[in-house]
């Protein structure tokens, strides 16, 4: 009976069932849970599983990509010398340019054109071939706690309210979702007024003529257009003075992507607000398309409006408050930190949140100038199994507009993997766990954290530090 394997998974299944409220089914189990399959959650289950941990990731929707599945460039991969996101993220990168959705070089271009089909199709493959289980069309509801830790998150699903048993919860779910619900300090917006950046529907537009686009003064030419066009009609969208941009859809001939839609004054967590957001992109993206670029703009006159994205582009939502709190100084300064976990070169790049202007600091993007991400900044407050990576990591509204880039996210997701399974393998927390045994793995992996002597600088990291080693 000892050596009897199943006699122990059905007493402990038995136990279980008994432990859980009456009409909750609990039906899954997994060493590390991943909540929300975008960037960050995609390169956080396959470093996990990779790293030897059970891992299951959930994702709401029928696909993984989350933002990044709409289509569109990667922000730059180097500082302006050299190449500084490297890992999972590099290897992300060259597994959708296997399939033909990416073009550029990620050691010089400033922006990588990414098809988001393509990336919908590699994410699979990469979650999948690390061993990770997934789990579509499933949305994490609520997080079941004991004392600091979360022992179980229930999810909906088809089926009803399932239940799934974890030692340790990554949430990825660009809301912190999670955390929030667990009763993590959360901030939202700036600290004004708690507005938020504003929200974009990314679309695509299909038979466009290069030729007598690049004739008649290419993209410069456009915004010129935009701007009086859209004044002397009255447009909805309420950019002026810039638009985000525009790129030849990678392996799509004649197909571009627009990022150019901008709807203000709404929270995307508040399920009305969201849906008049999605309503107003939409009309933004029709009212771009057929009442700008096919009268108005050559090139245009044979497109039409191909696709938008599966849902409005949302840069920001909630922060959590973690154990250390990245500021716009430490973007702005270039600050190294010695738990770092990663690097990043994006700049600040507020989308007003009430304007139709754009707070990119771009005189304080200085070449072969990076900063460092902190680990502590994926630690939430007051919960002792948890993780935070993407773009609802602990940081200020200015900060996250340069960290919320998908390279960021996805050097915090591999980060926030490979912590969460040397917690499990250790059973310790992530506020345990010595920063140098994590960065020895990340390097392993080949990721790439910073020089090391900028590494030793000392910038205070929050009480983790109090018992870490210096590098
Ligand atoms: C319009 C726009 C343009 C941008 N342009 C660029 C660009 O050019 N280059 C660049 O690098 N970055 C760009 N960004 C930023 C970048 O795309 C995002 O910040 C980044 O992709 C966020 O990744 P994430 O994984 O943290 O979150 P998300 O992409 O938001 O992914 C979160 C995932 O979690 C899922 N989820 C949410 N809640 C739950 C739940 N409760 N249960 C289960 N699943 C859940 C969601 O469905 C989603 O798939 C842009 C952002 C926007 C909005």
Known sequence: ???????????????????????????????????????????????????????????????????????????????????????????????????????????????????????????????????????????????????????????????????????MVIDCSGDADIAFRSGVPCKTGRNSDGKTQSMTLIFTVAGVDWEPFEAGGGYAELVRRFDIIAAENHFENPRRNGLSGMFAVPGRPGQVAFNVTRVLHLQATDPAEWTRAELAGRRQAREFVYEFLIPHVPGFQRASLAAVGHGIGIRETRRIVGEYVVTEEDICQYRKHECSIGCGSYPVDVHSPDGSTTDYRRHEHIPGQYYTLPYPMLIPQGVNNLLVAGRCVSATHEALSALRVMPNCMVMGQAAGTAAALCVRRNITPRELEITSLQQKLLAEGAYLGEPTSRRKPIACGPILTNVPVT
């Open 1 to 167: 009976m000892w050596n009897n394997y199943g006699f122990w998974r059905n007493l402990y299944v038995n136990l279980k069932q008994l432990y859980y409220p009456a009409g909750v089914k609990q039906v899954f189990s997994t060493e590390v849970l991943v909540v929300g399959g975008g960037v960050a959650g995609i390169c956080a289950a396959t470093a996990c599983a990779r790293n030897g941990a059970e891992t299951l990731l959930i994702e709401t929707n029928g696909f993984l990509g989350g933002n990044g599945a709409a289509g569109l460039s990667f922000a730059a991969f180097h500082d302006g010398r050299k190449q500084i996101i490297r890992g999972l993220a590099e290897e992300f990168a060259e597994r959708i340019r296997a399939l033909g959705g990416l073009s550029g070089r990620l050691d010089r271009d400033r922006w990588i054109p990414v098809d988001g089909e393509c990336l919908k199709l590699a994410a699979d493959e990469m979650v999948i071939r690390s061993g990770s289980r997934l789990l579509l069309h499933t949305q994490a509801a609520e997080p079941l706690r004991k004392d600091a830790n979360i022992v179980a998150v229930s999810v909906e699903t088809k089926s009803g309210r399932l239940d799934i048993s974890t030692r």
